[in-house]
């Protein structure tokens, strides 16, 4: 039977497990559009092709699936490369389809043409420029397949106008073999540096975990906490490792790094062995980088051999699929004991908690984080945008699920939060779904609150509004003797916007009507934004200021429990 390029294209999405789509039509793209009412597709139509990328990144990242975002060509396909880079850094599954003009006008400056496989070649693991209709179905095939396994990533497919609408006799095999030489991910680590490993575990008195995203992307979380309760083995993550180790654990220490909890970066700077599992010893995390983990050998776990040794000494490096690494590893781990090791960070935990959030005048950003996590009993899935908003997000509340905290890691994308929440609620619709963002960095993408109308996409908004770019004017106040330049923020009135969005709102200036607040948003069948206007300037500590080692953190004046544990009533062996 004859089938058009454009049909060719959804009919392979739909064999590639596709339900979903986050996109923008243009002219370009309309042969693909003409067509999509014929297959099980859900088109999303965002107001801003960023907005597609965020939300195909924020889908991937709550379901594990691969994301999907199109645009036409031209600024269409522009618009995308700030998602297309944010998903690169952060390992996130995405296919992102571009149209491109017609074949006899490439290379001709036509209207609306851009080379953007050149664009997108940095940020991207492969893009394709399909110039035969025949050619569509082994691309879309390679394209999910590179997207989704080994280190996921973003992959581009950009096909002209006329391939989309080119009519080819077509049968579509039933299977597509993917023979890609140059594409041979290594899956299982070697034996002989796994019992090096574990090895080192059972001779280290301070052994510490410190778990990233590619925990999460290996779905390797219950292999994580086998290993550590089974070694008594601590855990702290990167920003984006949140969720991959229950926040409530005896064994949890939270997170590291610029903005992590100063017991956490006390306990890197004390250990003799750090087992570091699917992530990148990223400058955030490491702050100085010769004075890293200083007592400590190291075993790096990760699928990617570039980033063994790139910032940091190796003692003992493991290339590998994390669940697979860690399930040959648990076979090998003994029971221990660290009960010593484990007070030290207790001690630690005591002597340096966190900000208070009950304590100082007015409303403080962190006690509304809390309340959240309170009124949701911990059970949502978070989004973010990116400033201080995120880290109060990443540091008040308490994730126990792997995937529940959705959050730019690599790139900071502002504008990231809005979008990828509406990606996240559309892929798990059942789960309660909050965006935490600033302002500022709400205003980037505030459009898409049109997209959550229209698609009755019940996403709940909590904007910490401090009328600054927060992290900036922080650093401005610390280290440029406060001249606060182009971050005072004017904003709209955020509860006037929602309800010209038909999106029911409210302000909140005192504590007192804060859990009301968010009670009323949870009780609310839609989308629902809260406006709370908190402390203009207070700032994220801990703080590992630029060029310090996580030794040097710099802690706020005010104090509390968050983060102790109760510990007293457990047997040794447990601690």
């Not at 086998?226 to 409530?248: D, K, N, R, W």
């Not at 699929?321 to 005591?350: C, G, M, S, Y």
């Amino acid at each position: 039977m004859k089938m058009s390029g454009g049909q060719i294209l959804c009919e392979g999405l739909v064999r590639e497990g596709v339900d979903v789509i986050f996109g923008f039509p243009g002219g370009a793209v309309l042969p693909l559009y003409d067509v999509l009412p014929e297959f099980p597709l859900r088109h999303i139509l965002v107001r801003h092709e960023q907005g597609a990328a965020h939300a195909a990144d924020g889908y991937a990242r709550a379901t594990g699936r691969v994301g999907v975002c199109l645009a036409t060509s031209g600024p269409g396909a522009t618009n995308l490369v700030t998602g297309i880079a944010n998903a690169y850094l952060d390992s996130v599954p995405m296919v992102a389809i571009t149209g491109q003009v017609a074949r006899p006008f490439i290379g001709k400056d036509a209207f609306q043409e851009i080379d953007i496989t050149g664009i997108t070649l940095p940020i991207t693991k492969h893009n394709y420029l399909v110039l035969e209709t025949s050619s569509i179905p082994s691309v879309v095939r390679e394209a999910f397949h590179i997207a989704g396994t080994g280190r996921p990533g973003p992959v581009l497919i950009d096909i002209p106008r006329d391939v989309f609408a080119e009519q080819i006799d077509f049968h579509y095999p039933e299977t597509v073999e993917v023979d890609l030489p140059g594409y041979k991910p290594t899956v299982r680590g070697h034996p002989a540096q796994i019992k090096k490993a574990a090895r080192a575990i059972a001779e280290s008195e301070k052994p510490l975990i410190l778990a990233g995203r590619g925990v999460l992307i290996s779905g390797a979380h219950r292999e994580l906490r086998q290993l550590a309760e089974t070694a008594q083995v601590p855990v702290v993550t990167t920003l984006l490792g949140i969720g991959s180790f229950p926040e409530t654990h005896v064994l949890s220490y939270g997170m590291v790094g610029m903005h992590g909890m100063a017991y956490a970066n006390k306990a890197v700077s004390s250990t003799d062995l750090l087992i570091a599992i699917g992530m990148r010893f990223d400058d955030r995390v490491t702050g100085k980088i010769n004075a890293f983990a200083p007592h400590a050998r190291i075993i790096h776990i990760d699928l990617d051999p570039a980033e063994i040794g790139k910032n940091v000494r190796v003692d003992v490096p493991i290339v590998g699929d994390i669940a697979p690494v860690l399930k040959e590893l648990n076979k090998l781990i003994t029971t221990a004991n660290h009960a010593e090791w484990i007070e030290q960070l207790e001690d630690f935990r005591r002597k340096h908690p966190m900000v208070d959030a009950s304590d100082g005048e007015g409303l403080l950003p962190q006690y509304v984080v809390d309340k959240i996590y309170e009124v949701t009993g911990g059970e949502a899935i978070i989004a973010t945008g990116v400033g201080q908003n995120q880290m109060w997000a990443a540091q008040h509340y308490w994730y126990n699920k792997p995937n529940s905290f959705i959050s730019s890691g690599g790139l900071g994308t502002m504008g990231f939060g809005l979008p990828a929440a509406m990606g996240a609620k559309v892929g798990c619709p059942d789960s309660t779904v909050w965006c935490i963002d600033g302002d500022g960095s709400l205003q980037m993408t505030i459009q898409e609150l049109a997209t959550l109308v229209q698609d009755k996409i019940a996403v709940k908004i909590a904007v910490l509004n401090n009328g600054y770019l927060g992290m900036v004017r922080q650093w401005q106040e610390l280290f440029y003797n406060k001249r606060y330049v182009a971050t005072p923020l004017y904003c709209p009135d955020f509860v006037k916007i929602a309800e010209g969005y038909c999106i029911a709102g409210l302000r909140v200036t005192r504590r007192e009507d804060v859990v009301p607040a968010l009670e009323k948003a949870m009780a609310h069948d839609g989308p629902f934004l809260i406006d709370f206007m908190v402390e203009p300037e207070e700032n994220v500590f801990p703080m590992v200021p630029p060029g310090a080692s996580l030794a040097e953190v710099m802690e706020a004046p005010r104090k509390s429990r968050k983060g102790l544990i109760d510990t007293s009533s457990l047997p040794v062996s447990n601690i």
